[in-house]
């Protein structure tokens, strides 16, 4: 029983266009979802979150997007550069930052120079 | 992932040994967190301590999984008779105590492989 989907293994743009990436989930509760990105041989790196009570938060060329209703949220690159290749993973938490967090499985992103 | 501290990067062990995974928070963090990756899966939620205290435990095996994370010292996560199938890599997060939006940051893990 997956809470938190992320339905495209893998995403491959150009440099300089936008990356979207999408996570979708199940449970009503989730009250503060975050995104990380991952490298090889390494830990997830924070890049940036949002709590429910928000739709929208930006943090440079990151924005991450929550629609309530359609329990989907998305994160978008812009513009995309080649070290942002890596695993993105959206993760969503029912007790706030406090919370054990539910990750999805991940999207690997390749950037294209 | 500067901050979160995990050792061994990388521990073998031979199937019936004991497995001893390290975690030291980063600076002023109070929360420590354990998850576990299996190939091309997410990470699972395994164990949340607070200093003596475990308060949540939900995603951790019954048995010959325990964790612990004292008033002094590294969180410890220890996996006794290791099996084929604990071969993962390991995570540790932390957090800061008190209120407001706070990320877990993580450390850069360790992989388990079992013989």
């Known amino acids: 029983d997956q809470q938190v989907k992320q339905n495209s293994p893998s995403l491959s743009v150009q440099e300089g266009r936008i990356s979207i990436l999408n996570c979708d989930y199940t449970n009503s509760m989730f009250d503060y979802f975050l995104w990380y990105k991952k490298y090889p041989a390494e830990g997830p790196t924070f890049l940036i979150s949002?709590?429910?009570?928000?739709d929208k938060n930006e943090d440079g060329r990151f924005t991450v997007f929550l629609n309530k209703s359609a329990k989907h949220l998305s994160l978008h690159i812009v513009p995309s550069q080649p070290g942002d290749s890596a695993v993105y993973f959206c993760a969503a938490s029912r007790g706030g930052s406090q919370g054990n967090l539910i990750f999805g499985k991940g999207t690997k992103l390749s950037v294209k120079p | 992932n500067a901050g979160v501290m995990q050792n061994p990067r990388h521990l073998v062990r031979r199937r019936g040994q004991e497995a001893r995974l390290r975690c030291s928070p980063m600076k002023g963090h109070s929360h420590v967190y354990w998850y576990r990756q299996l190939p091309e899966e997410g990470l699972k939620f395994m164990v949340y301590?607070?200093?003596?205290?475990?308060?949540?435990e939900s995603g951790m095996p019954k048995e010959r999984f325990s964790a612990e994370f004292p008033k002094e010292g590294p969180s410890i996560l220890r996996i006794q008779q290791v099996v084929r199938g604990d071969s993962a890599a390991y995570f540790c997060?932390?957090?800061?105590?008190?209120?407001?939006?706070?990320?877990?940051?993580f450390g850069d893990g360790t992989r388990l492989s079992i013989l």
């Open positions: 301590l607070q200093k003596e205290n475990i308060i949540d």
């Open positions: 997060a932390s957090s800061p105590q008190g209120t407001g939006i706070q990320p877990q940051h």
């Open positions: 949002i709590s429910s009570i928000k």
